[in-house]
């Protein structure tokens, strides 16, 4: 079932496999995606998924974070991505996709502490993400801003050619963060019940899809269920309050997600891509190992931004290994197609089809899904930073690649700093071998996989 073609409104996917947003320093400082961005994209498009759906794509210029990941804030953004586009998409059957989203409160980086890296539903503090000690409520005004912003930059997508636009709703960022009922204490029409609680993100989709009209594709991203009960999501709304407990220990579950969706296809939204959690990284939205490492470089490197982060970074540094991460370890373990039951529950009450992520490696489990009729696509990451080439191996025979991705979790705390690639050494011969794929991942030079099969060398003509 996974190599069955399939039609979303006027795209034709080739298979079931989509190669999920993988943000990653590959733009210029300005936010303007650069030929490493072309070279990242296009061996999985040579490798056979049937779409890439963009790294989340920055909608506004104050909140470009992390620094050096794409933009489309202004039009001079336009013609680079359509450039970088037909690059990605020439010699194969590949879609592309551009996710938007925006940070809000849960903004990772900055070059310097920043206001508009603070705005929100409501006041809040947040123990891991975002770098500010508290976010700062939006007025109506900041909220008919960040609509704006997102309308014009899928009107840019589309003016570049691609093939579709997805919005997030989910990964804790903004439109999230008004979900969310802990991160969304408002009293006004954007908040106080489940139904005002959509608010924005029906006013996004209503002029995004005026932008792009009827005929474009369009998808958005929601989290099935939000966990705040994980201490890694911990979130105290300020001045503090603790009514409702269910906000705190719940938040969302799939009695006000499943209505969101059905509002979203009441909407004319396209279709739905389904994952969990709240913030990235996250145990449920990204399943595996506690990347301690790879957190702790983090909240190092963003020490220097407020007394929080300060604060964050002395307690990760005195607080012994073990004791990291029994409490922020806590509920981090891979499971496989970890979220497809939530795409099932969607798939229950909606027509349109549904996009199931996180946990997806092995041939038998992504089948599986499809013909349980879990899901009408999958969508991978890190199995697919591990090898691109997955379908390929597929196609090949395999159930799952010799060398396959651990689910170890570091390449996503990592990404915010350093840059994208696998950091497992285990799946190396040495430590060179795996900072030598790190450093050359965004060339034309690097290796396909781990096979030492190399790129085309036509791509390394790329001129945006
Ligand atoms: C390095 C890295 C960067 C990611 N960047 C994004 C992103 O920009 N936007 C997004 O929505 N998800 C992002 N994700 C999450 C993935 O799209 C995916 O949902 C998650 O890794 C679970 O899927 P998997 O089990 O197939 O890896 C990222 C994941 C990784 C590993
Ligand atoms: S660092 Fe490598 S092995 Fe670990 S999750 Fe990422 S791709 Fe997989």
């Not at 123990?127 to 500010?132: E, Q, R």
């Not at 696509?377 to 930073?385: E, G, K, Q, S």
């Not at 990592?414 to 040495?430: I, K, N, Q």
Request: aromatic share 10%; with cysteine.
């Amino acid at each position: 079932m996974l190599f069955e073609p399939f039609r979303i409104k006027n795209v034709a996917f080739a298979n079931r496999v989509l190669r999920s947003s993988l943000g990653g320093r590959m733009a210029y400082y300005d936010g303007t995606v650069s030929p490493a961005f072309v070279h990242f994209e296009k061996r999985f498009a040579d490798g056979g998924v049937a779409a890439i759906i963009s790294p989340t794509i920055s909608i506004n210029q104050k909140r470009m974070s992390p620094l050096e990941y794409p933009s489309l804030h202004d039009d001079r953004f336009v013609k680079p991505l359509r450039h970088a586009v037909n690059e990605i998409r020439a010699g194969s059957d590949c879609r592309y996709i551009v996710q938007l989203g925006d940070t809000g409160g849960h903004s990772h980086t900055s070059i310097k502490p920043q206001i508009e890296d603070r705005i929100s539903a409501s006041s809040f503090f947040d123990v891991l993400y975002g770098y500010h000690n508290r976010s700062i409520k939006m007025s109506e005004e900041d909220i008919e801003a960040v609509v704006t912003d997102f309308a014009n930059a899928a009107r840019r997508v589309a003016e570049a050619g691609c093939d579709g636009v997805e919005i997030t709703a989910s990964k804790g960022y903004i439109i999230h963060q008004f979900l969310n009922p802990v991160t969304n204490r408002r009293t006004d029409k954007y908040g106080g019940s489940v139904e005002k609680r959509f608010q924005l993100l029906q006013e996004v989709v209503q002029r995004v899809r005026q932008e792009v009209g009827d005929g474009f594709l369009f998808g958005i991203r929601l989290s099935a269920k939000d966990f705040n009960w994980l201490p890694i999501n911990i979130r105290i709304p300020w001045p503090p309050v603790i009514w409702p407990p269910r906000h705190y220990f719940i938040g969302n579950d799939l009695p006000e997600t499943t209505y969101y969706a059905k509002r979203l296809e009441q909407l004319g939204v396209d279709y739905l891509h389904i994952d969990s959690g709240f913030g990235f990284p996250n145990p449920k939205g990204s399943p595996g190992d506690f990347p301690d490492e790879g957190l702790h470089i983090f909240v190092n490197a963003t020490s220097y931004l407020s007394g929080k982060a300060t604060a964050r970074a002395a307690v990760y540094n005195l607080v012994p290994r073990p004791i990291r991460k029994a409490v922020f370890g806590f509920g981090w373990r891979f499971k496989p197609a970890a979220n497809a039951d939530f795409a099932a529950a969607m798939r229950r009450v909606v027509g349109i089809p549904i996009i199931a992520n996180g946990g997806f490696q092995d041939r038998s489990v992504i089948d599986g899904a499809l013909s349980d009729g879990k899901c009408d696509m999958v969508a991978i990451a890190r199995p697919l930073i591990a090898n691109p080439d997955l379908l390929k191996q597929f196609e090949k025979g395999l159930e799952r690649p010799e060398n396959p991705c651990s689910f170890c979790t570091l390449c996503c705390s990592h990404t915010a700093v350093f840059p994208l690639g696998c950091y497992d050494e285990r799946r190396f011969e040495s430590r060179e071998d795996m900072l030598n794929q790190v450093i050359a991942l965004c060339s034309p030079q690097a290796p396909f996989a781990l096979t030492g099969k190399r790129l085309d060398n036509d791509h390394a003509e790329t001129d945006l």
